[in-house]
């Protein structure tokens, strides 16, 4: 029995260390530009053993896709299910969160829509967008807010995308924007942060009505 517990979480370690390895690779570098064999390197693991744990590289890259996905969208689900939060706060909530998430892993955003470009079927089916936005505490906010008269008649599904537009866009655009303007890191850094408490301003003037 303890031979067999200690092959099983020699197992889960192998297949975690690959899986570690595989989603730094798969990150920088994304499908087309990773071999098995850097993320043998990345992990120390041999490619007899990966492909014994994965069976190919195609399938390693939709296990770390879907987990990479579902980790980006626990944060907007976390926050459109909050029944504490107000719909002006969860704004603020969603630009805080991400911006504080992406400047710790820049390279999911594009690895992300990369994906899901290549691949919108495969992907996109298994992605519960409904569920997450036009099922949420979120989306009732939004219909009360319309009814009140004060906020432009327009989808909930194109407030969302201007919205993530506005958190994302800067980090998946930051190398050509570094390299045109001479932004150092630190520059960056600070505007990011700074676009915590403008990006809920923005928003609101864009769809307030006059």
Known sequence: ???????????QSTEEKIKAAARKVFHQKGYAATRT????????????????YFKSKENL???ITLETVFKFMHNL??????????FDEKIEQLADRYIDFISKEPDIPL??????????VKFGDKIPLKTIVLESI????????????NHADISPLQYLLNLVSLIIFPFVAK???????????SQFHKMMQE????????????????
């Not at 029995?1 to 197992?11: E, F, N, R, V, Y």
């Not at 976390?78 to 107000?86: A, Y």
């Not at 676009?195 to 006059?210: A, E, V």
Request: charged content about 25%.
């Open 1 to 11: 029995m303890a031979t067999s517990k200690g092959k099983k979480q020699l197992d």
């Open 37 to 52: 064999r850097d993320i043998a390197e990345e992990s120390g693991i041999n490619l007899a053993l990966i492909s014994y």
């Open 61 to 63: 890259y939709e296990i």
């Open 77 to 86: 689900a976390v926050v459109f299910h909050d029944e504490s939060s107000s």
């Open 111 to 120: 690895f992300i829509l990369t994906a899901m470009r290549n691949n919108p």
């Open 138 to 149: 979120f989306y009732q906010q939004f219909q009360e807010k319309l009814q009140e008269g």
């Open 175 to 185: 190398p050509v924007f570094q390299n045109i303007t001479g932004t150092k890191d």
């Open 195 to 210: 676009r915590k408490k403008l990006i809920p301003i923005w928003i609101k003037s864009m769809y307030s009505k006059p």
